[in-house]
């Protein structure tokens, strides 16, 4: 299980949405191995004044959390964080010091969904990669 938040001034992100989802997505079905309907996206719109970003970054900055299911090697991770600085660099134009990705953990035990915890149902997709 995965689920992206994914901040942004409005004014920049809004324009990019669908297809930053879609970068996102495909990162993270080559990365973790999801299916390909699987897709957990929420953007949240704030202000500039509303953002303090960095002064290495533009007012096109973005950040993605990343929360799921722990259980993915170092290597795993890694190789998510690589490929999307890769391809929204290349497809989204977006700088290396515009994106910054942070992956946070749960145990498969603190997760609900399909009326059950995320250790007591089977999923068509494996977290331990």
């Known amino acids: 299980m995965s689920q992206v938040k994914i901040y942004g001034v409005r004014e920049h992100l809004l324009p990019i949405r669908d297809q930053l989802s879609e970068v996102v997505h495909s990162c993270v079905v080559d990365a973790l191995q999801f299916p390909q309907n699987k897709r957990a996206h929420r953007f949240f719109y704030l202000d500039k004044e509303d953002f303090f970003m ?35 660099a290349e497809q989204l134009g977006l700088a290396v010091t515009d994106l910054e990705i942070c992956i946070l953990e749960s145990p ?8 059950s915890t995320g250790d007591e149902i089977k999923l068509n997709y494996n977290v331990t990669i």
């Open 54 to 88: 960095p002064a290495t970054a533009s007012e096109r900055y973005v950040i993605l959390e990343f929360i799921m299911m722990e259980g993915r090697t170092v290597e795993t991770r890694k190789k998510l964080i690589h490929l999307l600085y890769e391809r929204i």
């Open 108 to 115: 498969a035990h603190n997760w609900g969904f399909r009326g």
